[in-house]
């Protein structure tokens, strides 16, 4: 089974609910600022996932088009 980005972006989403979850329960001030700015960097991640995702599903099928009209 073949792991997609969009599978990725996923668990980076909930790598990320993790981290502000535990960020609340946390009684250091730097010890939840450090979660907190690690569950931003996890969402950055899962966005840029989505974002490449999207657009290699826009341009996957363009590039197929063109291939088969050269032949």
Known sequence: MEITNVDKAA???RYCEHCI???R???RHEA???????AAE???LAQ???EDAA???QTIPKRRKA???TR
């Open 55 to 57: 657009f290699a599903a």
């Open 21 to 23: 979850q535990t960020a």
């Open 25 to 27: 329960v946390l009684r």
């Open 48 to 50: 840029r996932l989505a």
């Open 67 to 69: 291939r088969r009209g």
């Open 11 to 13: 668990e980076y989403a």
């Open 42 to 44: 996890w969402i950055r």
């Open 32 to 38: 939840r600022t450090l979660h907190r700015e690690t």
